[in-house]
Each structure stands twice: as C-alpha cells, then as structure tokens.
C-alpha cells in the first residue's frame, strides 16, 4: 500500500474527525456506485457486499476486507489508494477522489458502523426471457389444410406455413425415404434387399414399420453416440504437448452406445454421466458413465503448474456442463459477471464447485466373458511378479526412493535433482502426491501396483547413478515388462469419485486462480428454479436438479439437438446458446411440445425420435423451390426436408459399406486405420505411434477411428469433425477441394471402389447395364438414368482404352480381379466406382 498517498489522505480527513461519516448518508453511496470489485456488479467487491457488515468483516480469502478502527490495515483502503494496475479499485473508471477516501478512512476509524436495519436490495426482477419460462404444453393450433398433418408436430409447422401462405413439400420418394432413415437412424445405406422389400411393402404402416426396425437396430445406438461424443468433448488422448494415448477412453462410448440402444430415460442418461459414482450402490456400468468428466484435456507437461492445470480442466469440465445440459454459455462469467445472461461470476464459481470436488480414478470395467479366465491367471501372475519384485530387491529400494521423493515434496528446492523428479512424477501420474503421501499399509493393491510400475521405469537421480542398482532395476524393469505382456487384464475405465477432503473452492478474480476470492459452496444459477438438497450440494444433487421437471433448460436443449440432427439445424438454431445472445426459436411452441412430450413420455429418446420421423415435416421432399428461394432460403419455416452432407464418419463408413468391406461389429476399442504419411511424425518429439490396424479391424466404422488430438484423423478433419477440445454441440457443413482430394485418393476410398467393383463383377449378371445398375442400387438405392447409362457406358468404354496400353495402371487400380476376369475390364469397373463414391449424391443424405 502506497503509505506516502495514505498519510495524504489522512491529512486531508483531518477536518472529518470531529464528525464520523453517516453510513447511508456518506458512505454507502460510494460502495454503490464507485467501489465495484475487479468484475463484480455494484456493491461487491468479487462476491464481497460492502453495504452488509457480516459479509465485509467476514472476508475474502486472506482476511477481512474492513477492520473497524484500523483504516490503515483495512484492505479495502489499500485498494482505492493503490495505483497497481489489477489491484487498484475500482478497475475502470477515475479513481476515488481523496474526499471520498478521507470518508472511507474516518468510518473505518471510527469504528465501522453500520446502521442496525442494513440496507435491503431488492429482488431481482423476474427474468422474462423465453428460455427460462416453465415448459409448457401447447395446444395444437388450428390450420385448414387438415389432411396434411400426421402428428401434432405438422400442426405446429403447417400453421407457421399457412401464416406465410407457403405450401408445404410433397412427400419423398419412398427410395428417399428409406435411404434417409437408414442413414438418419442407424448411419449405414440400405442395402438393395431392404430397398426392394420397402418398395413391395404395400401396407398402410409400412413406413412405421420401417422406422420401428431401424430404431431397434444395434446400430443407432452408434449412430447417436456419434453427436453425443461430441458433446462431451470424446478423444483417445490427454490433448497438449505430450499427448499421451488413453488406453480405456473407449470404455466410456461403449457405456454410450449401449444406453442410447437400451433406450435409457434421458434423466438417467444424464444423472449417471454427472453423478453416477454417487448413487446408492452405484454399479460398475454407472460409475462407468462418469468418464464424462474424464474426456477433459489433461496437461502432462513437467513444467506446468499443476495448480493451474487442475483449475483449468475444472473450467473445461464446468463449462461442458453448462454447454451439455443447459445450452447456456456459463464460461463467460470466469472472469466477471456476464456481460449478457443472468450470470453473475459467484454464481459460476458455485457451479465451478461441483466439478471442483471431483478425484480421477480408473477402476476394472470387465466386459462380459472376462473374468472367468483372469480370475484363472491372476494368481499365476501375482505370483511371478511376487517371485521378479524379490529376486531384484525392489521393495526397499522403493521405499528408500519414496523417502527421497516425499522429502522433495514436503521441501522443495532442497534439492533440485529431486524436485524435477518430483514435478515429471507428479504430471505424469494421477492423483500422484496423494499416493505418495499416503501411508503405505493403507495402498490399495492397485496403487501399490502403480507406484511399483512407475518407479522401475523412473528410478531418480541418485539410483541413476550408481551403475549397479541401475541395472538391476532396468533387468526388473524389462522381466515385469515381459510379464505384463502375458497377463490379460480386466478391461478399465476413466472414471471420477467424489474427493474424500474437498476442496475449499474461491471465485477467481479476474479468472486468474492466483488471484482466489471469497470462499463459496456449490450452488446453481438463480434466474432458475433452486436446487434442493440435505445439506452441502452434491453433483448428484446437482444431476437432479437438470432433470427435474421445474428446469426449463435441459429439455428444451435436448430436443432441440435431437431435432437439428434429423433436419441439420435446431429450432434454436444456436443450439449452444438459449441465452440471451442465441438465436429465438423459429417454432416456440412446437420446441416446448417437444420438451413437454419428452418428458411425459419417461424421458425416452427412441419414443421421440420416431414421433419426429413419423411426421409429415420429416417426410418432405427435399427437393429446393423457385418460390421459397427468396422468402425462406434457410429453410427456417420448414417447407421442405433439408440436403444434408453426411458428417465425417459416415462418409467414410457409406464408402466401405458400398464396397463390401465395412466391419459391423459394435464396441471395443478404437482403431487405427490406414494413415497419410507424415501426419503421426507431426506429435510432439515423435511421439504419436500409429500401430496400423490390421484384419477387420482396418475396416470398422468413424465412431471407432482413434481420435489424438494433436495429430487427428485427417478425414475426419478434412469433412468437419470437431476438435475435441471443447464440447460440440453442432458441426459445420464445409464445400472444400481437400474433400474432393481426399475422396478421390484416399487409400480408403480407392480400396472401397475396388471392393465395389469387385462386387459389381461378381454378384451381378455379365451386361455392363446389369452391373451398372447394381453399382447404382447398391450406392444410391436407385436406378441409374438413361442420361447415366449413357455417360457412364461411354466413360467405361474410354477408360478400357486407356488401360490396355497401360499395364501399370491397370494393376495400381485393380490388383486383383476376379478368377476369369479381364484385369484391365475389373480396373474400368474401379473406375466407376471411383464415380460414383465422389458424388455429390452418394455423400448426401437428401
């Protein structure tokens, strides 16, 4: 505090002695409108109320704000006299004058009265934005063309249509129909047995019937994990600088793929992702849906703070919450109250709390069929470990290694050789001080494991150099290394449990954790319905509080995702914002039919997603009209079904499904198919390994493509898959020459053409008409045009010209064709499939 500018002061509030400032009249007037915290609202000092006695002598995090009678220790007055930039209050705007701290000052000394009825601040007037209205269910409303309607979903859209005098669209074609639904609900083409049977079905619910076998297809639950992963932010790797792979990231989709095909409540759904380790007798498969909070970015960087690390993946997981189940942009208010939504920045910090209690823990996850012979080989294996642990000495070695490291630990900068063993100990392993810490009889066997593990591959400074010990520890190292290659383990998982000592959690001033405010508990937003509970708030208390049916959001937001995946965008169309700053709904009453009918129907996904494809809206043609050019480009009134380019993943399986190589098995672990050259060498210090799948493997679905996030998949960049950094809540739709590239010469696109044609020559008659009309049947569920056949027979004929004068060629494109084939005729027919994998209709979902 600048002493030199507070005697100033003092001096000048001489003449005030005599008379102590009167509170109402002198004093709270320049705590409402000059003293405002570094990004707090009027009459707060970071969360503080400066107007309330309790709250200002109460404190911040290092002590009191005002010390009645001590104006020169009162760190209110060290703050409107400094002129340090982030320190002086208040933050913007002109300084105090000295007359204002000369008041400030004499009522400090004084005594710091405040009058016994404190000033009351008025309630918040209630906040009348559209979003945080109860959900109600609206009648349908009355139209004239009632024939149209099919559902009460019609009603809502054809009203808004007939308001604006515009008809709506035919029905699609039914080859459109079913090609829609197949790739809408389970993500794959039909194939031309399914599209000829639908096509014969004459029955009056033959399309109900259609939605009904696809909806209880295993595939739709892939399909919709797909959207979801990118909600939680979902990748096979920690992200930043190292970018270590995480073996059982997998572990969590598979707990989303197989609750979306059970069709789990959408309450339970969300309920076990944000607090399933807190249910009473929690199973594994519920604890195992926590890995939500694990998809967070992880920094294993020696380097880093590792406080600042923890609170920036606490911000990530806090902010994912809002995005995921709120659809509320809750990471503006980190450094200062929003500047839009009713959002103030305690309020974040108390939403902040929920994640800020959480502890990392992997946990065994067996899938069925595993324990049986792991239960056999375990004591085998604990015994061969016992047997090497002892032959080398390891136990104490490592406890004398452990003395060092808790040492370092207790007292960094003792010595610097530990303290940097200490820093890579800790950013490499998690929750690795407690561990450490912790007394060794109260390890688990796992943890024991774990810190045996690390210890043999990370020995310290001083065993490194006394050659002997090093090299007893390398042979150990190598001889359990060996073991562990031999031993199946139960499957893991990335789970969370609620922190045993919790930790005290401060708004962060100015977003800066160095900077921590005053202390607050886990609590939610006001301008929504309270959170109830028995005591301190809990996460699962803060799962039931989304879900209960007073939360106007979480519906609403979920419909809305669902709605934008079936017509490519949202009746909000900014389905990550319903605040203030997002877009407002197109159909108001329609979104809040849709949140009430989920609802009521047991929160089931499946139930709403068939009354939405079983609408005459989702049955539209989506063929664009001269008349609605000009008037609805967007299609915002919904007067036709919507093109859509199908997303990253399904471009590549629609390919490997036409050619007939498509692996349809559900689950496991991700893969790693063929990758461009150069692209692995781009991670950190070469260390991406990218072991290139082999068998079936190469060939299963995008959902189970290896995601790191330094180095990703370039095809799923290159056709807009997101980051996963952050939660995605929609994908962009991108037109690029790299997609065309990539279609046209991406090794997987060229051996799902030769797998196409290979098809084509085997499974159809010899004619070129026949063949072509499989190829065609078989990519877009339709007959080729007499245009096609035309242009097509032409091109083949000029391609088998150039083939046979070029031998080279024509084993590049087919090297092998089929027995009694003619090579160069099998390379034409890759050829076209090469066409017709890059149309623009092949990779469109119409």
């Not at 399986?653 to 496991?668: P, R, S």
């Not at 672990?669 to 082999?694: D, F, Q």
Request: aromatic letters at 8%; one cysteine or more; charged letters at 25%.
């Amino acid at each position: 505090m600048p002493r030199l500018r507070l005697a100033a002061v003092l001096l000048t509030a001489l003449p005030l002695l005599a008379q102590a400032p009167d509170f109402i009249r002198d004093v709270e007037p320049i705590f409402a409108k000059r003293c405002q915290g570094c990004h707090g609202s009027a009459q707060q000092l970071s969360g503080l109320r400066l107007d309330q006695s309790e709250a200002a002598l109460k404190g911040g995090y290092s002590g009191p704000v005002i010390i009645p009678g001590k104006s020169a220790d009162s760190k209110l007055i060290a703050r409107v006299t400094s002129t340090k930039k982030g320190f002086s209050m208040p933050p913007v705007g002109a300084p105090l004058t000295a007359a204002e701290i000369a008041t400030l000052s004499t009522w400090i000394d004084a005594g710091a009265k405040w009058p016994v009825q404190q000033t009351k601040v008025a309630a918040p007037a209630k906040n009348t934005h559209w979003s945080y209205q109860p959900i109600r269910r609206p009648a349908s409303p009355d139209i004239r063309k009632r024939t149209w309607p099919r559902n009460p979903i019609d009603a809502f859209v054809l009203a808004r249509l007939e308001s604006e005098n515009i008809e709506p669209s035919p029905e699609a074609t039914r080859t459109t129909q079913i090609r829609r639904l197949s790739l809408d609900l389970t993500g794959l083409l039909p194939t031309a047995a399914e599209v000829e049977d639908y096509l014969a079905d004459n029955r009056s619910d033959a399309y109900e019937r259609l939605v009904d076998r696809l909806l209880a297809s295993p595939h739709y639950g892939e399909k919709w994990a797909r959207p979801w992963l990118d909600l939680a932010r979902y990748a096979d790797s920690d992200g930043y600088e190292k970018d270590l792979a995480r073996p059982h990231a997998w572990r969590y989709r598979n707990w989303v793929i197989n609750s979306l095909n059970a069709d789990m409540p959408y309450d339970e759904f969300v309920t076990e992702q944000v607090a399933g380790d807190l249910l009473p007798n929690a199973t594994t498969e519920q604890r195992v849906a926590t890995g939500f909070h694990r998809n967070a970015l992880t920094n294993r960087e020696g380097g880093v703070d590792r406080a600042e690390a923890r609170f920036e993946q606490t911000i990530n997981r806090t902010n994912t919450l809002g995005t995921v189940f709120l659809g509320l942009t809750v990471g503006c208010a980190q450094c200062h109250n929003h500047k839009f939504d009713a959002i103030s920045q305690k309020e974040y910090y108390q939403f902040f709390a929920f994640e800020n209690n959480i502890e990392e823990r992997d946990i065994d996850a067996p899938l069925p069929g595993e324990v049986g012979p792991y239960l056999r080989a375990r004591p085998v294996y604990d015994r061969d470990r016992k047997e090497i642990l002892e032959q080398y000495g390891i136990a104490p070695l490592q406890a004398e290694w452990e003395t060092h490291m808790r040492e370092a630990m207790l007292n960094p900068g003792t010595n610097l050789e530990w303290d940097f063993a200490v820093t890579a100990y800790v950013a490499m392993e998690d929750n690795a001080k407690k561990l450490m810490l912790m007394d060794p009889a109260k390890r688990t066997t796992r943890q024991q494991e774990q810190l045996t593990n690390y210890f043999v591959r990370n020995i310290g400074p001083d065993f490194g150099k006394l050659q002997s010990r090093a090299t007893c520890l390398r042979e150990a190292r190598d001889k359990l290394a060996a073991l562990e290659a031999g031993f199946t383990r139960l499957t893991q998982a990335q789970t969370v449990i609620e922190d045993p000592a919790p930790t005290k959690t401060h708004i962060a001033l100015g977003g800066d954790h160095r900077a921590p405010g005053v202390e607050v508990e886990p609590g939610t937003l006001a301008v929504l319905p309270p959170l109830k509970s028995n005591g301190t708030p809990t996460r699962l208390d803060l799962a039931r509080w989304m879900t209960s049916r007073e939360n106007p959001l979480t519906a609403r937001v979920e419909v809305n995702r669902i709605w934008q995946e079936l017509f490519g965008k949202g009746i909000v169309r900014t389905s990550e914002d319903f605040g203030t700053q997002g877009d407002r709904p197109s159909h108001p009453e329609l979104l809040d039919w849709l949140a009430a009918e989920l609802q009521q129907n047991g929160w089931s996904l499946k139930q709403l997603t068939r009354t939405i494809v079983t609408s005459a809206t989702y049955r539209q043609a989506s063929n664009v009209r001269k008349d609605l050019e000009t008037r609805d480009p967007d299609n915002t009134l919904l007067a036709r079904q919507s093109r859509l380019r199908m997303s990253a993943e399904l471009v590549r399986d629609a390919a490997l499904e036409a050619g007939g190589l498509l692996d349809t098995e559900i689950g496991g672990k991700s893969v790693r198919p063929p990758l461009p050259k150069g692209v692995a060498e781009l991670g950190y210090a070469n260390s991406v390994k990218w072991k290139e799948s082999t068998g079936p493997e190469r060939y299963r679905r995008g959902l189970y493509i290896h995601f790191q996030r330094t180095t990703p998949y370039p095809q799923l960049m290159n056709f807009d898959a997101p980051d996963s950094n952050v939660a995605c809540t929609r994908r962009t739709r991108s037109n690029t020459p790299l997609q065309a590239l990539n279609l046209l010469n991406d090794p997987v696109f060229l051996e799902a053409a030769q797998g196409l044609a290979m098809r084509s020559m085997t499974e159809a008659s010899g004619t070129f008409a026949d063949r072509l009309q499989y190829t065609f049947q078989t990519c877009l569920s339709r007959k080729p045009s007499q245009q096609e056949k035309e242009r097509l027979s032409k091109y083949f004929d000029q391609q088998m010209g150039i083939l046979k004068k070029d031998p080279k060629a024509i084993e590049s494109l087919s090297p092998v064709a089929p027995d009694g084939a003619n090579p160069a005729e099998a390379a034409a027919w890759v050829g076209v499939s090469r066409v017709l994998l890059n149309l623009d209709e092949f990779i469109t979902r119409e």
